[in-house]
């Protein structure tokens, strides 16, 4: 049973240009978290997501930043026009019911704007 | 909604002592408790969690603590082996705005040799 997936791995992006980043759910989770780490800092929530809802997005900036979990295929995290200040870690956690419990994290996506 | 405070920000113990970790929960409504291990560069892992209908719990070498009238919980660590060396996130999940799980800011913890 694979982990939590995401990817990319390490991502790159100039001033402006749009991140997209993976995330494919532990086989049977249904719900998917995406988190934020900035260096020495702790993890800090962005949005819930169940299959095609979002369910709680309040961690988000409300500008150019967009989640989605379709039907088929990853959770996508978007980040549009990207800023220096984007620069950090993206995790994404999922869990098996809605109780939020037991999150697995996948291994993270670094993103650094140059 | 939900904020955690964590204490202390950095940990240095001697191999062997005991160390230990505490935060604060304002959300009178989170019923579970979880502790994240992160070593450098990787995923945060769970090592140990705790409901709110418990005041305590151990597996080996770890233990949690739960005091729900104070919203304190703590994590306690004995016997401290060089492994032991990473970030730990205390967190609290309640269903005030849909379940969310609200992280500590994280404890680094150096145990020496």
């Known amino acids: 049973n694979a982990g939590v997936m995401q990817n990319p791995r390490h991502l790159v992006r100039r001033r402006g240009q749009e991140a997209r980043l993976r995330c494919s759910p532990m086989?049977?989770?249904?719900?998917v978290y995406w988190y934020r780490q900035l260096p020495e800092e702790g993890l800090k929530f962005m949005v819930y997501l169940q299959k095609e809802n979002i369910i709680d997005e309040s961690g988000m900036p409300k500008e150019r930043f967009s989640a989605e979990f379709p039907k088929e295929g990853p959770s996508i995290l978007r980040i549009q026009q990207v800023v220096r200040g984007d620069s950090a870690a993206y995790f994404c956690?999922?869990?098996?019911?809605?109780?939020?419990?037991?999150?697995?994290f996948g291994s993270g996506t670094q993103l650094s704007v140059l | 909604g939900e904020n955690v405070e964590q204490h202390p920000s950095t940990l240095s113990v001697q191999e062997g002592d005991s160390a230990v970790i505490k935060c604060t929960y304002s959300?009178?409504?989170?019923?579970?408790f979880p502790w994240y291990k992160q070593e450098l560069g990787k995923r945060p892992q769970l090592i140990i969690d705790?409901?709110?209908?418990?005041g305590e719990k151990k597996d080996q070498r770890i233990a949690v603590t739960l005091n729900k009238t104070a919203k304190h919980f703590s994590l306690h660590i004995t016997e401290t082996q060089p492994e032991d060396s990473a970030v730990y996130f205390c967190a609290a999940t309640g269903n005030t705005g849909g379940f969310k799980t609200i992280f500590g800011a994280g404890t680094r913890l150096f145990v020496k040799a």
């Open positions: 956690a999922s869990s098996e019911t809605n109780s939020n419990e037991k999150l697995f």
């Open positions: 086989k049977g989770h249904s719900h």
């Open positions: 959300d009178s409504a989170s019923n579970y």
């Open positions: 705790i409901r709110s209908n418990v």
